[in-house]
């Protein structure tokens, strides 16, 4: 490296990806995006960016090699990958922290070796299995690896609702349906000091599967905010783990609080910290990845944050804001339906 710089290697390119390099290049660190996706948004942010199909080892060697420091934005990245690059340059969080909560079936069994209270689960690889595990219904089937916002998520009510044409190639885990009261996640980012900075909870409302809005502060008693705020604790520090992560989780009609699950990364939920803090979740994760003082937290308002799906982008475009209002536009090149294009944080 020729310059004074230090450089952070992200994999992944989308919003998260652009939000990380905004919070880099405010802490003169400069980032180098490696993507499979040439349309990402990320590389409007980014100091340099790669698109590569993965496979060239020679582009993963050199990504490496160019950067002080490798960090990711979505979890679902192949293993190999990521092992790869790490045998050069130190990737945050561990890549083998990634094996198990890439996948719903290992991480539910991890909570459990911690004894914290999950949805009751079972693995299916066929409609035997589920009469096998009828207790559970109503239930939502949902693919082991590679789903997040609902997407390889079916509820089943009955029996009657497994379609004969499910070939069931990949792994599933069935859980038992909760009568949810409130959902709530918990941010937290662990230096490599092993000292912590983890936010207050955020109230979570989901619309067809997919996070809608985010309070602070959330409509909780305070057993259940220390409660989380504990049990992200103990994850993290179980884990040994580096920069931010990510736990969602379930209240039920009595008030009992379940993880739902773990997201090795920064999430959707905190991206009201980015107005809401001193010190937003993203850059607690540059912090800690990059060897940075970890710098206490401090809340500078209540917020909250709508998440901005598909069409619903175009009216944002036009609009004015006011002083206390945010609006992140992810300059994602098409609009999808279902696609999360941006997101509007009101301070409170
Ligand atoms: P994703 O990886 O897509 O975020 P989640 O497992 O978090 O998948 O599910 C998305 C949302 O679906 C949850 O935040 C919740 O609103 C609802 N949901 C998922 N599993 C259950 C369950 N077992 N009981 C009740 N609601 C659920
Ligand atoms: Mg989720």
């Keep these: 490296m020729n310059t004074n710089k230090p450089m952070l290697g ?29 349309e990402s948004p990320a590389q409007n942010f980014c100091d340099k960016f790669i698109y590569t199909k993965y496979t060239s080892s020679e582009t993963l060697e050199q990504f490496a090699k160019s950067c002080d ?8 990245i192949p293993f190999e990958i990521l092992d790869k690059v790490s045998k050069i340059t130190r990737v945050y969080p561990d890549p083998q922290i990634n094996k198990i909560v ?20 079972a693995l299916i690889k066929s409609k035997q299995d589920i009469e096998k595990n009828i207790n559970l219904l109503p ?22 609702d497994v379609k004969k044409e499910w ?14 009261k409130q959902e709530i996640s918990i941010i937290i980012t ?36 220390k409660e989380a705020q504990e049990i992200a604790k103990k994850i993290s520090e179980k884990l040994q783990y580096i920069g931010t992560m990510c736990v969602e989780f379930f209240i039920d009609q009595e008030n009992k609080l379940y993880v739902n699950e773990i997201a090795p990364r920064v999430h959707n939920s905190g991206h009201l910290t980015i107005n809401s803090h001193n010190i937003s979740q993203f850059e607690n994760h540059i912090r800690a990845v990059c060897h940075l003082e970890n710098i206490p937290l401090k809340k500078i308002s209540n917020a909250k944050m ?30 999808k339906d279902k696609r999360k294009m941006g997101h509007f944080t009101i301070l409170k």
């Design 139 to 160: 239930g939502i089937l949902k693919t082991c690896t590679l789903g997040y916002d609902g997407k390889g998520q079916f509820v089943i009510k009955t029996i009657e």
């Design 306 to 335: 709508t998440n901005i799906i598909g069409n619903e982008i175009t009216k944002y475009r036009s609009r004015t804001f006011a002083a206390n209002e945010f609006f992140f536009d992810y300059l994602k090149k098409d609009i």
């Design 190 to 225: 662990r230096y490599q000091d092993g000292s912590l900075s983890i936010f207050e909870p955020f109230e979570n409302i989901h619309k067809d599967q997919i996070l809608n809005t985010t309070t602070i502060p959330a409509n909780i008693t305070k057993e259940i905010f």
């Design 69 to 76: 420091f490798i960090t990711f934005e979505f979890e679902n």
């Design 102 to 121: 890439q996948n719903r079936f290992e991480e539910k069994n991890f909570l459990k070796t911690l004894e914290i209270a999950t949805t009751s689960y």
């Design 10 to 38: 992200i994999i992944g390119g989308g919003q998260l990806g652009s939000m990380l390099c905004q919070a880099a290049t405010k802490l003169n660190i400069g980032t180098t995006i490696l993507t499979d996706d040439k």
């Design 167 to 180: 070939c069931f190639s990949d792994d599933y885990i069935l859980e038992k349906f909760i009568n949810l």
